[in-house]
Every structure is written in structure tokens, then in C-alpha cells.
């Protein structure tokens, strides 16, 4: 976003008036041109980056890592039980082989 038309009027002015009374742009107007472009230039930042306000929401460094931490304890506990769960129906599995042999019952 540029200069608005109300801007782009106002500086015209103030040029104008300097060129009719045969007088170049003095401090003041060069000051309000400046005061003009630094608000431009303020809303176009706020407009393409993130304010506060913006990230407000989002976690710090520490709360991320904690929960980070939270979530690999759970994977290495439930990592944990899975290994006993096969070993348990590893362990089953071979009973069930040995009364299946011994009862002479096919497991189909």
C-alpha cells in the first residue's frame, strides 16, 4: 500500500505552495512529508509481520519443551509395554502350541 490519493493531495499542496511563492520545500514541510511517509511505512509493517498480539498464543521455549518431554515419556512407556505384551503372547503362542500338539488338534 502507497501513499493514499488525501496524502498524494497534501504533498502536492505543499509543493505547489512552494513553487508559487518561488520557494523550495522548507524543514517544516519536508518534516510533514516525512511524518506522512513514517505512518505509511508504520502501517505497512504491521500489515506484513507479526505483532504481540499476534504470537501471544503462542508457547515459550520452556512450555514446548515440556510438553515435548510429556509426550516422549508416554511413547517410552507405552514402547515399554508393548514389549511385554509380545512377550507375553510369545509366551502364550508356545502353550498353545505344546496342548495343541498334545491333544493332537490341528490350528487351522
Known sequence: ??????????IKQIVDEGID???LIN?????EILEINNEVLAQKFEEK????????HVLSKDDFFNAVAKIMKELNDI??????L???????????????????????
Open 21 to 23: 511563492s518561488k520557494q
Open 49 to 56: 509481520f507479526a505483532t504481540k498480539a499476534d504470537i501471544g
Open 1 to 10: 500500500m502507497g501513499l493514499s490519493k488525501k496524502d498524494l493531495g497534501e
Open 27 to 31: 524543514a517544516n514541510d519536508l518534516r
Open 86 to 108: 509380545v512377550h507375553q503372547v510369545s509366551k502364550n503362542n508356545d502353550r498353545l502350541d505344546k496342548v495343541e500338539r498334545k491333544l493332537q488338534i490341528s490350528a487351522s
Open 79 to 84: 514402547r515399554e509395554n508393548n514389549t511385554v
